[in-house]
């Protein structure tokens, strides 16, 4: 198994730029979620997934979209970027919402200038 | 708010120490509290947990004490060495119905770094 994979691993953007970070699991897990790591602030909950095509809001969703159209994916969109947004993404998943080990993904190092 | 509180920011421990790491929680309705640790470049992984039923749960260097009453649990390392040197954050997981089943709240994390 891969786990979670991301991609890009490193991505430069300019303001105003958009563009997505894609997220994949092969474990089969329905719960999938995004997270942002700034330094000093932990991880803060963007967006999350319970299953195929069902999504809802985490503490920090402004600026930021998602779609599951697939158990395996989980993609993240930048709709317009903004210097705000440079952070480590990272993506992870569980078998269930009630699971209790939670994978990560390696992470996404986005720049906005 | 912030429902998870972590301290100390940053820790040196001299190999051989016990490093600490405290956190408290304001929700009552958490049923769950894993710590994960993250080395440089990497995403967090789940190193140890534990339930409010449990005062404390041991995992060979690792150790969890959890005070239900106090609101508090911390992560004890016994015999830190160069190699635990890393991000260590704690977490707590939401059990009221609603779109907070399930979520996980983290502290802001705890670098600690183990001097050989």
């Known amino acids: 198994n891969a786990g979670v994979t991301q991609t890009p691993k490193f991505q430069v953007l300019k303001t105003g730029q958009s563009m997505t970070l894609q997220c994949a699991q092969d474990?089969?897990?329905?719960?999938m979620s995004w997270y942002r790591q700034d330094p000093g602030m932990g991880l803060r909950l963007i967006h999350y997934?319970?299953?195929?095509?069902?999504?809802d809001q985490g503490e920090v969703p402004n600026g930021y979209n998602v779609s599951r159209s697939t158990t395996e994916d989980f993609p993240l969109r930048l709709l317009s970027a903004a210097p705000s947004q440079t952070s480590v993404y990272f993506c992870?998943?569980?078998?269930?919402?009630?699971?209790?080990?939670?994978?990560f993904g390696p992470g996404t190092r986005l720049t906005v200038t | 708010q912030q429902q998870v509180k972590q301290s100390p920011q940053s820790l040196i421990v001299q190999k051989g120490g016990i490093s600490i790491i405290n956190c408290a929680y304001e929700?009552?309705?958490?049923?769950?509290f894993p710590w994960y640790q993250q080395f440089p470049g990497k995403g967090p992984a789940l190193l140890i947990a534990?339930?409010?039923?449990?005062s404390e749960k041991k995992e060979g260097r690792f150790t969890i004490s959890f005070n239900k009453s106090a609101k508090q649990f911390s992560l004890h390392i016994m015999d830190s060495q160069p190699g635990d040197s890393a991000t260590y954050f704690c977490?707590?997981?939401?059990?009221?119905?609603?779109?907070?089943?399930?979520?996980?709240?983290f502290g802001r994390g705890t670098q600690l770094t183990v001097w050989p």
């Open positions: 992870a998943s569980r078998r269930a919402r009630r699971s209790y080990e939670q994978y």
């Open positions: 474990m089969n897990h329905e719960y």
């Open positions: 997934s319970v299953g195929a095509g069902i999504t």
């Open positions: 929700n009552t309705a958490f049923d769950y």
């Open positions: 534990i339930r409010p039923d449990v």
């Open positions: 977490a707590a997981r939401g059990a009221d119905r609603g779109s907070t089943l399930g979520r996980l709240y």
